[in-house]
């Protein structure tokens, strides 16, 4: 039998309210959240079978590309584990990326940028962890962007991460950045994160033993959902 | 020194974007031919038990204007108060009743529509019921980090008014963010959800 989910640590994610990050300003909630534990219904989720995947699912690279043809771009292997707070492997959770294209370039109808798009990139995957929590996917490394926030803003290279752990209380999105990259200290959205070591496990680190010969760099990226109490000693309601 | 608590920090938050819709519902944005459907479109079928609603509204931000960016999913129990999930150890849910959904808003008019069934009662944490919901979680563009709501329905007075959810806002002007009026289309009860991110009439968001 398992308790709540641990609360959430509210200083180590970004606050609502970032004026650095103007956008953030009108979508603000400004009353107090309102604080329960966690319910049956928040600590259920849905979950997803291998069968919804496709082969080409975790390859960007091929994925959208025509007449065999692949995305063009550094070519990149990104991968890691799901963990929850206690450190336990996340199986089975459907993780779902999205990118720009090697250009730093969106393929969407409101992309303004005048990067170039790629007819062979689409810049979406996913992938369900296996049981040690593990996942992986192919890619080629995305372009910095600039983007209207201050007069002259750029996006570092990222790409966005959407996660199903198991329990909706674990729901999250987030953005994965790479190592060395000094466009990451600059951005405004990087910095609505208050410390620097909570922005740090956001950085994919270069993993050369990893690396494919003679085809791809290896990034690792781990990603880590809330954790859930033990009901050391506790009554459990009849019906709980 | 004390031993350690080997506990890891939840991964930091970040929004998700403008173009979130890639990532969820690409065929939605025209990338075509990844993968066959978008996830989380159909919730109710032919074989699922309940009683068939609209759930329906807009996101509105501090000045009044309408999101258009945004990702919405909601997750609930079936009739019986059951959840389709591993974690769920009360019983057997529904087969037919994913109970999970998401949706892009509405370019055109920023209206989220999901087609659903009323969920029955689910205990709360502490004993006792809880009377029906439907959890809501949005995402979009100048959200650092998704918001939690929920749906309660404006039918149900006399459940609501033992929730213990809802009893915990002691405000009837913000406790009301949190019930959906009922209306009737076509025969069918539409309950509408607008969620005000701020200001005149914010939406109570959770910590939960
Ligand atoms: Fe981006």
Redesign the pocket.
Known sequence: MSGAYFQRDRDWHPPALTPGYKTSVLRAPRQALLSMPTTPSEETGPVFGHDVLGPLDNDLIRNFAKDGGEAIGQRIVVYGRVLDENARPVAGALVEF???NAGGR?RHKKESYLAAIDPNFGGCGRAITDAEGRYAFRTVK?GA?PWPNGVNDW?PA?I?FSVFGHAFAQRLIT?MYFEGDPMIWQCPIVKTIPDPAAIERLVAALDRHETIPMDSLAYKFDIVLRGRRSTLFENRMEGN | MVQRLDYLKESPSQTA???VHIGTNPNWVEITGVWKDDLGLVLVGPETVGERILVEGRIIDGSGALVRDALVEIWQADAAGLHNSPTETRGTADPAFAGWARQPVSDADGLFRFETIRPGRVPFSGGGLQAPHVTVWIVARGINLGLHTRLYFGDEAEANSVDPLLNRIPDPVRRATLVAPRTERDGMPVFTFDIRLQGDGETVFLDM
Request: aromatic residues 30%; without cysteine.
């Open positions: 999205w990118q720009a969106y995305p962007y996006r990222h966005h953005q | 974007g403008p173009y």
